[in-house]
């Protein structure tokens, strides 16, 4: 079936550089993505949404990319900082009423 | 504001037991639904929930019962526990029309020997 996929399980950074986690997926019917961020035994916690009929949105430190012609995503955090570590994961809403979650990347940040 | 609160947070069971899986949410919200995350994998949805009264199978079903008899309360029923049921449980909730937002639990991890 469709799914929503990530490249990298796991991205080391050095703190204050840039950091970018990528996802792809592959239900063009998809109109509403999702970053979670889940720390060491806690919950996936809401990160930042997009539509599909947006490229780009920005909040505090972070920015997601939507490329919807070659079905990606990016997460792009400026300024890694050490509470930044964590396992992020993208999620897709195809239009249904659950959300699609890939697998995961680790985000190790450097001191 | 509570959130999302799922009891236990830790259990061992021995193969063939039963138990609920407690989930409560105080923000009114019509979605609710329950995810498993193993090891190295994202979460899949078990079951989920569009309203009190209504449930529904989500990808990884089987073994698994649910019910939503009020708008607040989503326990997840495990019939006979077997060892391929070891996971973390998330229990999450979400507005309805919002694109589904999911806030979640923090986790129930189950183990079962």
Known sequence: GESVGLHLPTLSVQEGDNSIINCAYSNSASDYFIWYKQESGKGPQFIIDIRSNMDKRQGQRVTVLLNKTVKHLSLQIAATQPGDSAVYFCAENNAGNMLTFGGGTRLMVKP | ?113
């Open chain 2, 1 to 113: 504001n509570a959130g999302v609160t799922q009891t236990p947070k830790f259990q061992v069971l021995k193969t063939g037991q039963s138990m609920t899986l407690q989930c409560a949410q105080d923000m009114n919200h019509e979605y609710m639904s329950w995810y498993r995350q193993d090891p190295g994998m994202g979460l899949r949805l078990i079951h989920y929930s569009v309203g009190a009264g209504i449930t529904d199978q989500g990808e990884v079903p089987n073994g698994y019962n649910v019910s939503r008899s009020t708008t607040e309360d989503f326990p997840l029923r495990l019939l006979s526990a077997a060892p391929s049921q070891t996971s973390v449980y998330f229990c999450a909730s979400s507005y309805a029309g919002t694109g589904n937002v999911a806030f979640f639990g923090q986790g129930t991890r189950l183990t079962v020997v």
